[in-house]
């Protein structure tokens, strides 16, 4: 590690006067640049560059790691609010706990469970924050694999960096509309607008309205987001850039339905076992985002931004914890959170060529701060308060309060993130990176005053290669590692942190006249310091266990002629625990179907009356996969085909239709154990406009 470290750290500070040839002239304006750019919009549904994977614009076929984007277009198609749909065109990213339907809590990438989402580069999961809306993203990009040699600490899997929308030269306003099954209503407005006559001053605001209700007795929500941006070109070298958000979703908290004897099915899907009187838990969100961009000469750009977010989540809710014949236990809970999240980064980019090599450089130092308040006391669980799953009888008095349950978390976290990215010859090229962090953790109980705390250094390095076999396959591999401070203990513990180990090889393909892309690989993760039962201490946990995944993913994406667009996905997943005191070795990890696939095709006319419109299919599959932990409990495999039509009646008005789940299929998307089994939407119709004002 130090050898990497040290050839990294002289490849970063040499100057460049030591350039054998000059680098490439960079445009004048970073905002009239042409052609795709990383934070832009993508053509149809292929990207071609991202920022996600090196924190510099660089073409995705130039990268030595599998990495999926996702665009706008995919989530406009499916006529989704939510990520989670369009993740099922990632590859390998399966959906896990949602923490009742209030947030994207958890999914999981290449088998490993996560919260990493982050925005723009920046961390966004801290606290609980509020599942994102369509209405602000341009792509959603999955890296895949440890990506800690970049972003700090997360999980081994991979993580999805969100990229927003940003303002436009030419200006346009937007009005969206949609109405469907179950009293689903949703309207949107996106608003570009010049500031000035020389177009160097651009602003752009996203705002939505949601009120939906839901095939499930008793649930619904309402969501109101507005999302303004600004930039400015200061200078011909200097971009200011402005993205901020401010958001309310109001929800009932909602656990799903149980398993009966270890078979879905038994409960009616609509069932809801919580208590309606509870009313809706509110989860506010305000974030900004500034960064400041610079070029010193052609040759090297300082980055400085900034994120800073807060959130409370208030509300109560009646929980269910276990099924005893035809009841459930349940206990209730208020809950008052709060947490803020500051992170600033300084990055110093070059290029400039040494001993023949072209390199391509990053420096880059990161410090944050995070504070969590969580309150949640609850009442004793037991059949007191329990409810008939096929007959449930609402209105019950509250139990008394009972576990106090009252816990502040504070990190702070300092990194120092070096990446050369090297161009060795016309086919071989290759990327070396490291983070240094340190990171300082203190967890207490508010309610017996009990601290603790906990100081580590950790370097997270990574490399990859990739050779250019032809001009249509690129072959690569890597290995990168990664961290994760663990959650803290019932008696606010803190452990020693999660530790992975990721190794990976593929290829990349540009297909029919470059119509096509795809990326297909293999790969291996190791995970120990997984939280596991204590033997000494029952009822407390120890950092002692571990777990692997293995397989295969693809995407593929494209325009693969002027009418017809394409996005599909594939995965075969192996993950399963490997060590641990109270779950068998060998049990599948929680959610991780061994085979998933996706495809989405839409075609659009190209002449005649129907000029501009469109319709397609998208179909989804789902294996079986582990229910809970540790058990026999296994959700079924499914199938889901939606259909999709707009019809373009004029330049400026489309009108669309949204067939889900058109067979009707009876499925369960996400489960966190056979008591929360969360069932997915039955046949629905979405009516949705467009117009361009």
């Known amino acids: 590690m130090r050898a990497t470290i040290t050839l990294l750290a002289g490849s970063l500070l040499t100057p460049c006067i030591f350039a054998a040839e000059p680098p490439a002239q960079l445009a004048d304006s970073v905002i009239s640049a042409p052609g795709e750019q990383a934070d832009g919009p993508v053509q149809g549904y292929r990207a071609k560059r991202s920022a996600s994977a090196t924190r510099t614009d660089t073409p995705i076929s130039e990268i030595p790691q599998a990495i999926s984007v996702v665009p706008a277009q995919v989530l406009e198609d499916l006529g989704s609010s939510r990520i989670d749909r369009a993740l099922d065109f990632a590859g390998g990213v399966s959906r896990q706990n949602n923490f009742g339907g209030l947030t994207f809590l958890n999914y999981s990438v290449r088998g490993f469970t996560t919260g990493e989402l982050y925005r723009n580069g920046f961390a966004i999961n801290r606290g609980s924050y509020s599942s994102p809306d369509a209405s602000a993203i341009e792509r959603l990009e999955v890296l895949k694999g440890p990506a800690a040699a970049l972003y700090g600490r997360g999980d081994p899997g991979g993580l999805v960096n969100i990229v927003t929308k940003r303002p436009q030269q030419e200006a346009f306003t937007q009005f969206k509309a949609s109405a469907g099954r179950w009293d689903r209503y949703r ?117 400085l931004a900034s994120h800073y977010s807060q959130g409370t989540l208030d509300g109560n809710s009646s929980e269910p914890s276990r099924l005893i014949g035809d009841q459930v236990t349940r206990f209730y809970r208020e809950r008052s959170f709060e947490w803020n999240d500051s992170i600033t980064q300084a990055e110093l980019h070059g290029q400039f060529d040494l001993a023949g090599w072209q390199h391509q450089t990053l420096l880059g130092l990161e410090y944050e701060n995070y504070r ?22 609402y209105g019950q008095p509250k139990p008394p309060i009972v576990n106090p349950n009252d816990f502040h978390e504070h990190t702070e976290s300092y990194a120092l993130n070096l990446q050369d990215q090297i161009t060795f010859s016309e086919r071989w090229s290759g990327l070396l990176g490291v983070r240094l962090e340190r990171f300082e953790q203190t967890a207490r109980n508010r309610s017996t005053r009990v601290s603790n705390e906990q100081t580590k250094e950790v370097a997270t390095p990574r490399a990859g290669v990739l050779y250019q076999l032809t001009p249509e396959v690129g072959v690569f591999a890597n290995a990168s590692m990664s961290f994760k401070p663990n959650t803290i203990g019932a008696q606010g513990q803190v452990f020693k942190p999660e530790k992975g180990l990721g190794y990976e090889t593929g290829l990349k393909l540009d297909l029919f006249d470059s119509r096509l892309g795809a990326t297909v690989a293999l790969f291996h993760i190791d995970k120990e310091n997984v939280l596991t039962a204590d033997p000494n201490n029952p009822g407390d946990s120890i950092a002692a266990g571990k777990a692997r995944s293995q397989g295969l993913d693809l995407q593929v994406s494209g325009q693969l002629t002027d009418a017809l667009r394409v996005i599909g996905a594939y995965a075969y997943i192996d993950a399963e625990v490997t060590k641990d005191n109270s779950i068998p070795e060998g049990s599948d990890l929680l959610g991780i179907a061994r085979n998933s696939a996706s495809l989405m095709g839409v075609y659009q006319f190209q002449g005649g009356s129907l000029q501009g419109s469109e319709f397609g299919a998208a179909v989804n599959y789902v294996g079986d996969r582990s229910g809970q932990t540790g058990s026999n409990f296994e959700l079924p495999a499914y199938t889901t085909v939606d259909l999709l039509a707009r019809w373009q009646a004029t330049k400026d008005l489309s009108l669309g239709l949204n067939l889900n789940n058109l067979f009707d299929r009876k499925y369960y998307e996400r489960s966190f154990n056979s008591v929360w089994v969360m069932p997915g939407d039955p046949r629905n119709l979405s009516v949705n406009l467009t117009l361009n004002l």
Do not use: C
């Open 372 to 393: 969590n308040s969580q309150k949640y006391p609850q009442s004793v669980t037991g059949l007191g308060y329990g409810q008939n799953i096929y007959n449930p009888v």
């Open 187 to 303: 309207s949107s407005l996106n608003v570009n607008t010049p500031l000035n006559d020389e177009g160097t001053l651009l602003s752009r605001v996203n705002l939505a309205l949601e009120d939906n209700g839901s095939f499930r007795d008793h649930v619904g929500n309402q969501r109101q987001i507005v999302n303004p941006t600004l930039t400015w070109q200061l200078s011909p070298d200097t971009l200011l850039m402005i993205d901020s958000e401010f958001s309310r979703t109001d929800s009932v908290f909602d656990r799903g339905i149980p398993a009966v004897d270890g078979k879905m099915g038994a409960v009616k899907r609509s069932t809801f076992l919580g208590e309606p009187n509870d009313g809706k838990i509110r989860n506010e969100n305000q974030l900004l985002q500034v960064s400041l961009e610079h070029y010193l000469n052609e040759a090297w750009k300082l980055r």
